[in-house]
């Protein structure tokens, strides 16, 4: 599959099937984030990839109870929250919206399905996982073989999101 056609069949899903994840898909989605570009190539980041059950009924309890169905849950964390891009943007918060987005493609490459998940106690996850006080979790997300087909979202035309040469 090519990246767009990836991009164009990607759904959010949220009803995963008990069938498990082959150990060679999760390693070439977390192969994936590996590569992803970061700021000044400092890939200061950590992936967790929570496959017990008790852990992922925790994790949903602090953020939405349907992604405790997917058997694994990966949490994106930035190591280092302090580092500034000098356009002001956040480093961290950059870099693994790349590798998360990364990751998500290569899922959907590989039959997988995934959502983007912004909704959590991050105070709480960070609690459930031992994650250090300094360290961010910045987005996590359900990975598993879907147990639905969503239609596809409307999406603007490209002439209402892009400009040339001016805003």
């Known amino acids: 599959m090519d990246v767009i056609s990836a991009i164009k069949i990607r759904r959010s899903i949220r009803k995963f099937s008990e069938r498990l994840v082959e150990d060679e898909k999760l390693q070439s989605i977390l192969e994936a984030a590996r590569l992803a570009p970061s700021a000044k190539n400092m890939q200061d980041w950590r992936f967790i990839v ?56 290569e899922a959907t490459n590989q039959g997988l399905g995934t959502c983007w998940l912004g909704r959590f106690d991050e105070k709480a996850v960070k609690e459930i996982l031992e994650i250090p006080e300094e360290v961010r979790v910045v987005t996590m997300f359900p990975l598993g073989y879907p147990a639905e087909t969503p239609e596809p979202k409307p999406r603007k035309a490209l002439d209402e999101i892009v400009s040339y040469d001016k805003y």
């Not at 925790?58 to 939405?64: D, F, G, N, T, W």
């Not at 992604?67 to 693994?96: E, F, H, K, N």
């Open 50 to 105: 929570v496959r017990n059950n008790e852990t992922r009924k925790k994790l949903a309890e602090v953020s939405q109870e349907w992604i405790s169905s997917a058997p694994i849950i990966i949490v994106c964390c930035g190591t280092d929250p302090t580092g500034v891009m000098s356009c002001g943007q956040p480093r961290y918060t950059v870099d693994l919206s790349i590798a998360t987005s990364f990751m998500i493609l």
